[in-house]
């Protein structure tokens, strides 16, 4: 039985959500993503890209290259929502289905063509999620995901694209390397080095060549190229670590800023373990100097999800990590090793009050927002922490770092 895979793509998803709320939005020059210096773009309009602006672009630069665009902060929650608007409508039309990121999903239709008919089940759900979400959508169908990801590519913006089997060479013939996945920017200069700038190139080479000179990933790029990859579906997943990171609008040592930050960080991604029934056994704190030199340190614990555990430990690990006393960049704290399960009370050191403390803190947060009640010593440290349920098999929100 033949392979029908098919990868559907939000179309400038982040922007297409922003003209959705703001009509006013439409077809002018939209960069979404952080707005300081410091900030980079999230997500750009087609009308932007003609100018040089793409994803990931500092957004100093890319105003720079098209002043006349609209820039806009961007809001989580408000992707989210429609993310999951999208997500609903396909699980129910596909039960085998990835989510690789907010904004890209990938389904097996295997086995359609004998009932309905693959491309004509596929044109109809990305009918259906343009009509009840009003958001643009394209899709690519082929035998694998590599090649419908591609075709996904060729078939925008909002269309689609249906590549036949035994068709997959000659539709990626003429396309440059760049349209590879895993084909990076300093993997294509190492190919148009050596004279590469065609797919088609690397189909005429033999697979050992690619290898020597690019190792595993150059036997990957041939086997894509050739159509040949097909990594299988990864269906949701549990989520099986959860972390923040914040990068300061300025480098700085203020200690008190440091540690107001670190400890808002832990409190929210605690807070975060309660909600989705879990509980850590490992944490750690990351370090971004000025000079870009990165260092962490994690310690493992007893599996917890109280604040009161938590937070002495992130801040003993901070004072431990933090000796150069050089300006630091940013900052982050991670929980792993997680299980699903309630906080164990600790006999010896809580109290009834604290544990009722704990559920009506978060019965608050529930009802009126993560930011409605804090600790004290974390009210200086600004946006930490806006998520959605992270447990429930959604990829997190890829938006540009928030400074502080």
Known sequence: MNKNILHLDLDTFFVSCERLIDSRLQKRPLLVGGTGDRGVVAACSYETRRFGVYSGMPMKLAKRLCPEAVVIRGNSSIYTKYSHQVTEIIKEKAPLFEKASIDEFYADLSGMDKFFGSYKYASEMRTTIIRETGLPISFGLS???????????????????????????????????????????????????????????????????????????????????????????????????????RTFTKDTTDIIKLRTTIFAMAENLAFQLRRGDKLASCISVKIRYSDFNTYSKQLKIPYTSADHVLIPKILELFNTLYQRRLLIRLVGVKFSDLVTGNYQ??????????????????????????????????????????????????????????KQ
Not at 345 to 373: Q, V
Not at 376 to 385: L, P
């Open 143 to 245: 035998g694998n995901k590599i090649v419908s990801k591609v075709a996904t590519g060729e078939a925008k913006p909002n269309n689609q694209l249906r590549i036949d089997p035994g068709f997959e060479k000659p539709f990626l013939a003429p396309l440059s390397i760049r349209k590879i996945p895993s084909v990076g920017h300093k993997t294509y200069q190492i190919l148009r080095n050596l004279g590469i700038d065609k797919v088609s190139v690397v189909q005429q080479m033999p697979v050992e060549m690619m290898t020597s000179v690019l190792g595993v990933n150059g036997t990957t790029i041939w086997k894509r190229a050739n159509g040949l990859d097909n990594p299988p579906l990864i269906p949701f997943y549990e989520r099986k670590s959860i972390s923040t990171e």
């Open 345 to 402: 009370i600790n006999l010896f050191d809580d109290t009834e009050e604290m544990l009722s403390l704990y559920n009506a803190m978060d019965t608050i947060r529930n009802k009126y927002g993560e930011l409605s009640i804090q600790k004290a010593a974390s009210m200086g440290a600004k946006t930490i922490g806006r998520f959605q349920n992270p447990f429930n098999g959604e990829p997190p929100v890829l938006l540009a770092h928030r």
